[in-house]
């Protein structure tokens, strides 16, 4: 499923100010994108691990999305924050194991070519505080591992446009 065009399958990280900030992470999985809440966003430190709180599958026409959401759940303004292809890098007895059984398992690990996040990355289902929902994204330190740099804070604007949360949100206040 996904592009033809494309020879592995897609992710997104969109910046996501709803109710409270965060990022969405996304990775296609068997036609659709997986997703994950990540309240401050990806890190390039191995040594920070980040919160990731499953939620509910998006059709792949979310790939892309990006300005302001209606009223409900989720309402508030998206930017697409990094776009690209993934690998899935999940090894178990010296195989690869396919995302959909890795998640299964609660362990998935992910090489990431986006503008902006490159390299590998691990989410492990940990069920902190009594949350089924509840994983850990932390980045692997490989070539891709940057401890010096905060890409959330250096980088807020979408990759696709430039624009902010905050461009998008005065511009809804002056229609």
Do not use: C
């Amino acid at each position: 499923m996904g592009d033809p065009e494309r020879d592995a399958p897609a992710f997104v990280v969109q910046k996501h100010q709803a109710s409270t900030l965060h990022f969405d992470l996304r990775l296609e999985v068997d036609g659709v994108l997986v997703s994950w809440a990540v309240p401050k966003g990806p890190s390039t430190d191995p040594a920070v691990k980040r919160l990731a709180v499953r939620v509910d599958d998006h059709a792949m026409s979310h790939l892309d999305v990006e300005g302001v959401l209606g009223a409900g759940p989720g309402a508030g303004t998206v930017v697409v924050w990094d776009l690209g292809t993934y690998r899935d890098d999940t090894r178990r007895d010296g195989r690869t194991v396919p995302t959909a059984d890795a998640l299964e398992a609660g362990h998935v690990r992910v090489r990431l070519e986006g503008r902006r996040l490159h390299g590998a990355w691990a989410l492990t289902h940990t069920r902190m505080g009594g949350l089924e929902r509840n994983w850990l994204l932390v980045k692997v330190d490989d070539d891709g591992a940057d401890r010096d740099r905060d890409l959330v804070a250096d980088e807020p604007g979408s990759v696709l446009t430039g624009r902010t949360n905050d461009d998008l949100a005065r511009g809804v206040d002056a229609v």
